[in-house]
């Protein structure tokens, strides 16, 4: 190899070195290192209980804020696609930032299947009363293998691998999850697709 050959050899180390030293990530640095939960009141805030209670939160049905907070998620309308989820702003931060970075944090993207929906102008199936759908309090996910009157929870994920109880673990309850209210434990039909802000209602 000729002086130009080593030269051009000797530049490209040299570029690769600085841009390592300039760009940690590139280097090596773990997934999310900065990402950390956001368990205050802005985070996490209070879920109302009761219609009148959500009302006063989340405003009436089908307004205007219903749906003006939204993130991206893998296998949203079908399987290897993406797709945004609407929601609203009061929740906006605990969906968007908690929950989302959460599974991604945590490298499980497949542990979700499709698919995944938020706001929805409509009533309760079968009912004259408002879906918290329409109010953008509640989120579908993993629908197609936890329709509406199963039972149980179906952990297979997109990649088909069996996740047991991590995505209803990550939506409800106070620690790990984000206190979302499960549909599962509904006293009416059983909804295990169904996570909600409110309870009561």
């Known amino acids: 190899m000729g002086r130009a050959g080593r030269l051009l050899r000797l530049s490209v180390a040299s570029f690769v070195a600085s841009f390592a030293l300039a760009f940690p990530l590139a280097a090596g640095a773990s997934h999310m290192s900065g990402w950390v939960h956001d368990h205050s009141s802005s985070g996490i805030p209070r879920r109302p209980s009761g219609y009148a209670d959500l009302v006063a939160t989340f405003g009436e049905h089908c307004n205007a804020r219903a749906d003006d907070a939204r993130s991206y998620w ?68 993993n629908t197609a293998k936890n329709p509406w009157g199963q039972t149980y929870w179906n952990g297979i994920g997109a990649d088909g691998r069996d996740y047991g109880k991590y995505i209803p673990n990550v939506w409800k309850g106070p620690d790990p999850g984000h206190r979302f209210y499960w549909g599962l434990n509904f006293s009416t039909t059983p909804d295990p697709m169904h996570f909600q802000y409110v309870t009561g209602y």
Do not use: M
Request: proline share 1%.
């Open 74 to 141: 893998p296998h949203q309308s079908a399987r290897n696609v993406y797709g945004y989820v609407y929601y609203h702003a009061y929740i906006g931060r605990n969906v968007g930032y908690n929950i989302r970075n959460h599974i991604e944090a945590d490298h499980r993207n497949n542990a979700v299947d499709y698919g995944v929906y938020g706001y929805d102008c409509r009533l309760i199936s079968g009912s004259t009363k408002w879906s918290t759908h329409a109010f953008g309090a509640a989120i579908d996910t």
